[in-house]
T-cell receptor, first 116, second 112 residues
């Protein structure tokens, strides 16, 4: 167990709906990253949050947004769901800072989202 | 063309075999290189990481990085059925474990 927990584990949504996924980071970690892993593919970086601010974003549209809370837990929100959003969404927590070395990133078990 | 290329497999080997897993990449700015293991329905788990070029050994696992060829490898000695999983290479140009760029993963099957 990594200490990173994600909820829910599985979710089915209809195209056009909105979804919120949650991540509780490992104790002592201040950085949370979100990744999307489509079936048969490697994880793709969505964005990273450091101390409640977005600190880098991958090639994902604005309908993917996030939050990080003072306790360093995080949410990923996806609006206007599309069929291609069906994937495993992974959260990873680490300890780091702007321009500093980030320690090992520990992944949660993921949330499997199915859009129908 | 993807920044990181990895053969998806599956790679099937008998128990006890030496396994070689590889990735190539195109971005010369990558400086941290990782190997993750992912079991079905689980998140990735870090196996090894290397900074810049060179070799690193940890038990049955050896990671190699050749930056001149933009080629990284993971060797598994005395493979076990419990090693059956998907192996993902990952790399980044940032400091440490952030904004990782992953390969597609290679599925490894070790038969008893």
């Amino acid at each position: 167990e990594t200490g990173v927990t994600q909820s829910p584990t599985h979710l089915i949504k209809t195209r056009g709906q909105q979804v919120t996924l949650r991540c509780s980071s490992q104790s002592g970690h201040n950085t949370v990253s979100w990744y999307q892993q489509a079936l048969g593919q490697g994880p793709q970086f969505i964005f990273q949050y450091y101390r409640e601010e977005e600190n880098g974003r991958g090639n994902f549209p604005p309908r993917f947004s996030g939050l990080q809370f003072p306790n360093y837990s995080s949410e990923l929100n996806v609006n206007a769901l599309e069929l291609d959003d069906s994937a495993l969404y992974l959260c990873a927590s680490s300890l780091g800072g702007r321009g500093k070395m980030n320690t090992e990133a520990f992944f949660g078990q993921g949330t499997r989202l199915t859009v129908v | 063309q993807k920044e990181v290329e990895q053969d998806p497999g599956p790679l099937s080997v008998p128990e006890g075999a030496i396994v070689s897993l590889n990735c190539t990449y195109s971005n010369s700015a990558f400086q941290y290189f990782m190997w993750y293991r992912q079991y079905s329905r689980k998140g990735p788990e870090l196996l090894m990481y290397t900074y810049s070029s060179g070799n690193k050994e940890d038990g049955r696992f050896t990671a190699q990085v050749d930056k001149s060829s933009k080629y990284i490898s993971l060797f598994i000695r005395d493979s076990q059925p419990s090693d059956s999983a998907t192996y993902l290479c990952a790399m980044t140009s940032n400091t440490g474990f952030q904004k990782l760029v992953f390969g597609t993963g290679t599925r490894l099957l070790v038969s008893p």
